[in-house]
T-cell receptor, first 117, second 112 residues
Framework: GEEVAQTPKHLVRGEGQKAKLYCAPI?????VFWYQQVLKNEFKFLIS????????ETGMPKERFSAKCLPNSPCSLEIQATKLEDSAVYFC???????????????FGPGTRLTVL | QQQVKQSPQSLIVQKGGISIINCAYE??????FPWYQQFPGKGPALLIA?????SEKKEGRFTISFNKSAKQFSLHIMDSQPGDSATYFC???????????FGKGTMLLVSP
C-alpha cells in the first residue's frame, strides 16, 4: 500500500502479559524501523530491518523485546512480560533505500498506543 | 550514537509571524538532516530535509538553514498559520543510516 499500516491502534495489557504489534510497510520499501515514543515526545529507536534481516538492533531491550520481518507477512514487534514503563506509542516506519545515493525519507505509520496496567 | 539537541522546547507565535526552531548535532560525518512534523495522535511526517552541500533549502513557507561549521541547522516557518501548530522534530542519521536520532521536539502553537 501507499501508507505504513500499524495494528492495533490501541493495546491494553496487564503487567506481565505479552503484547504483539504489527506493521505493514509501504509496498516496495526495503527498510523497516521501529521507534518508541514516550509521554515527553522523545523517540527511542528500537530496531531496523533490511527486508527480513535485522539491520540494527542496538536499541532493543533484548530480554523482553523481539521483532521479525518475514516475507509476505506484516512485521511484528513483541514484548514478553510487559512492564509499566513499556507504556508508550510504538511507531513503525519504512524507507525505500538508505545512504547517500538513496532516498532517506522514513514514512511513519499512525502508531500503536500500548498501555500497561 | 549521534546526539541531536533541539531548542526551544515550546514556542508560541502569532499568526503571520516567523517560527524558528534550532538543532545542533555532534557528528560531522553525515549529511542528511530532516525535519518532521507531528500532529497529536498521528505519526511524524517528513516536512523538509537538507544535505550540507547547500546552506539553505526552501519549500513554500518552510526553510532550513544549515551551518556546517557550527554543526547547527534550523527550521524557519514564515507567515506561521494556526494549522502549523504541531510538534516539530529535527533528526540526523547514525552510521550506516540504520536509524534516525531525533531531537526532543518543539511544541509550536500559532495563535490566531
Amino acid at each position: 500500500g501507499e501508507e505504513v499500516a500499524q495494528t492495533p491502534k490501541h493495546l491494553v495489557r496487564g503487567e506481565g502479559q505479552k503484547a504483539k504489534l504489527y506493521c505493514a510497510p509501504i509496498k516496495g520499501h526495503s527498510y523497516v524501523f521501529w521507534y518508541q515514543q514516550v509521554l515527553k515526545n522523545e523517540f527511542k529507536f528500537l530496531i531496523s530491518f533490511q527486508n527480513e534481516n535485522v539491520f540494527d538492533e542496538t536499541g532493543m531491550p533484548k530480554e523482553r523485546f523481539s521483532a521479525k520481518c518475514l516475507p509476505n507477512s506484516p512485521c511484528s514487534l513483541e514484548i514478553q512480560a510487559t512492564k509499566l514503563e513499556d507504556s508508550a506509542v510504538y511507531f513503525c516506519a519504512s524507507s525505500q533505500s538508505l545512504g547517500l545515493a538513496g532516498i532517506n525519507e522514513q514514512f511513519f505509520g499512525p502508531g500503536t498506543r500500548l498501555t500497561v496496567l | 550514537q549521534q546526539q541531536v539537541k533541539q531548542s526551544p522546547q515550546s514556542l508560541i507565535v502569532q499568526k503571520g509571524g516567523i517560527s524558528i526552531i534550532n538543532c545542533a548535532y555532534e557528528n560531522t560525518a553525515f549529511d542528511y538532516f530532516p525535519w518532521y512534523q507531528q500532529f497529536p495522535g498521528k505519526g511524524p511526517a517528513l516536512l523538509i530535509a537538507i544535505r550540507p552541500d547547500v546552506s539553505e533549502k526552501k519549500e513554500g513557507r518552510f526553510t532550513i538553514s544549515f551551518n556546517k561549521s557550527a554543526k547547527q541547522f534550523s527550521l524557519h516557518i514564515m507567515d506561521s498559520q494556526p494549522g502549523d501548530s504541531a510538534t516539530y522534530f529535527c533528526a540526523a542519521p547514525n552510521s550506516g543510516y540504520s536509524t534516525l536520532t531525533f531531537g526532543k521536539g518543539t511544541m509550536l502553537l500559532v495563535s490566531p
